[in-house]
């Protein structure tokens, strides 16, 4: 899939006029590690704050990321403090972190994966109906919600289900009859 996102740093984008553009859609999404990197203006590497007055470079209060004290301008966007909307920084971290927001979405979809295929645990036609409607730009995202549980459900209503493609058992006793 092709990302055409360009992330900026000033406050407003502007067509070749210079005149603010017009927000023609919105669309929210969970940014990649890479995202996060582009958006960046500093790595945060050290764990302290200021120094006094002074501002730890790579530390929790960059000034790059904006101004820490009223009477001083932005390193990254050059406005006054009260003007300076604030820029991100972001931290490497040595092993991955679930976001125990998405924690439970995630069980559920693993729950209809097959674990020998990888394919969904429904049969064809019932999976081509699902899909049809769940990219339907026609269905409204709390019905899409409620699809989709919808579709865990059928998935494990029963204690062990075989795989339609490959009759792999599957389920919560499958680990059992291994």
Known sequence: MERNQNFTKKPFIVDDDDRPTRIESVKFTVPSSKDIRDMAVVEVKRAKFLNGDTCYPNGLSDARMGPTHPSTACETCHMPSRFCPGHFGYIELAAPVYNVGYLSTILDVMKCICKVCFRILLVEDLRISYYDKMVSPHVEPWEKSELFKEIVKKCTTKAVMNCPRCRS??????????
């Open 169 to 178: 058992v599957n389920g919560l006793d499958s680990i059992f009859l291994s």
